[in-house]
């Protein structure tokens, strides 16, 4: 059993900034890739930022960012204790969503993935 614990969501001014944390626990997996995704009403979910390793835990990770978050926006993941981070600066109204953890394993290289509970994020104006 796999549980993603998101942490960190809440009310900020435009402008303002947060950080989200998401703890993977349960069986201990090796994770291909931690991210963040995000939902806003009436809206599909999308991705917000994501980590990717090429396998190995002490390799580097390659990350992707939304052109909407990219410089105001940074993940990071700490693939050893199974932990990824997002800093979120200069925030603004339309980042308002449900922002959820993401994570992907492969076993026999079909990926399988996780989801959070999700942490609401407010931006007001």
């Known amino acids: 059993q796999v549980q993603l614990v998101e942490s960190g969501g809440g009310l900020v001014q435009a402008g303002g900034s947060l950080s989200l944390s998401c703890a993977a626990s349960?069986?201990?997996?090796?994770?291909?890739?931690m991210g963040w995704y995000r939902q806003a009403p009436g809206k599909p979910r999308e991705l917000v930022a994501e980590a990717t390793s090429s396998g190995m835990t002490t390799s580097g990770d390659s990350t992707s960012y939304a052109d909407a978050v990219k410089g105001r926006f940074t993940i990071s993941r700490d693939k050893v204790q199974n932990l990824v981070y997002l800093q979120m600066d200069s925030l603004k109204p339309e980042d308002t969503a449900v922002y959820y953890c993401?994570?992907?394993?492969?076993?026999?290289?079909?990926?399988?993935?996780?989801w959070g509970q999700g942490t609401q994020v407010t931006v007001s104006s």
């Open positions: 349960g069986i201990r997996f090796l994770y291909k890739a």
């Open positions: 993401h994570a992907q394993r492969l076993s026999d290289d079909i990926p399988l993935d996780y």
